[in-house]
């Protein structure tokens, strides 16, 4: 039993045209070439094979030996290609694929996998958080601006527009409607942002921020609401992330997170899909945070300007309906339980004093058709 093979010393770049058989006594490879000094004897019992190196048809084999390495191995490799050769290999050696490892290695990478995995923890929980919390105090406005346009720009497209402005609805009476709401929530408010408040032409019930002062609400969340009302207390809980820089703060944290999740992770088939899931899940708490803090604003901004609450319970009602094929715990879920916030408003309008209607009818089957 012999066959050609190429070996390498380990030591220097140079390769070696061998031939390849086994010892006379049959316990042993025995290796030679004209550029050898003299054939080598590797013991069978001490060959294991390197799957992750050669190509589809080749075998690489190496030895355990006494070394300084976690592995115990030669540094030396022998690239076999004779398939009758590889053949008697595979099936004779059951040790062929062995790990061998040095007494306590598996202790001590147990010990430095789960450092790794602290200071990860550290990075994505603490570090992190904290750099963005600081990062969006200190952005400049104009950056964030360009940010929010950017943000924007990218939903419209995600919502399926071919174009910038492509899904903004621009009817005149309707977007005289919503100014007429806008002014009223803000009156008096220096909120440290020219509003841009915008709808989408979408059927989508939703609305959210984006950073530099940009709320969008989409036509979806204006069919399904059950008055002007409603309609205003989703915008003032926007207007609350805007204030308070939600949407940068978590477009910094998310991208970092996500960054480091995927250097981590690698782009492996389903990393994608990994990543995404573990960035939800780090950044549900805190933004369930966020939401209950710009609950608590758009109440207060619905009592300043005089505009019953219960709409925005009857509004949480909705979305509950929406929700109801797709409940997630409360740890996965990024807002607070939707039944949680509706007895919130609830509580708060039976406690308004005089309130009213945010638009007249007309105004309010104006902003109905604001998308024509």
Known sequence: MQGQGTFFDGRTAGR?????GLSPDRQALVIAGDSLDAPLRWPLADLRALSDHGGEKDLVLTRHMDTDDESPRDPARLVLRDPALIDWILRTRPSLHKSDLRAGAKRRILRNAALALGA??????????????IMARVIPRDTEERFGRAVTAQMERFLGADERGALVCDHAQGRAALDKMVARLTDGRDL??????????HPMLNAFAAPGGYVVLVRGLIDKAQGPDAVAAVLAHEIA???NRDATRNALR?????????????????????????DQVLNSAYSRKAERTADAYAL????DAGISSAGFGAFFD???????????PEYLSTHPITAERAQAARDNAAAQGATTPVLT????????????
């Open 254 to 278: 998310a991208a970092g997170s996500a960054g480091i999740l995927s250097l981590i992770l690698g782009d492996v088939a389903g990393g994608a899909v990994l990543v995404a899931v573990a």
């Open 241 to 243: 992330h805007v204030v």
């Open 120 to 133: 990860l923890a550290l990075m994505l929980l603490v570090i992190l958080p904290g750099l963005a919390d």
């Open 192 to 201: 440290g942002y020219d509003l841009r408040v915008q709808v989408f032409d």
């Open 361 to 372: 009818d007309a105004e309010w089957q104006a902003l109905r058709r604001i998308c024509g």
């Open 300 to 303: 207060t901004m619905l009592n």
């Open 318 to 328: 909705t979305l509950a309906e929406q929700e109801a094929g797709l409940s997630l």
């Open 16 to 20: 070696h045209q061998v031939q390849v």
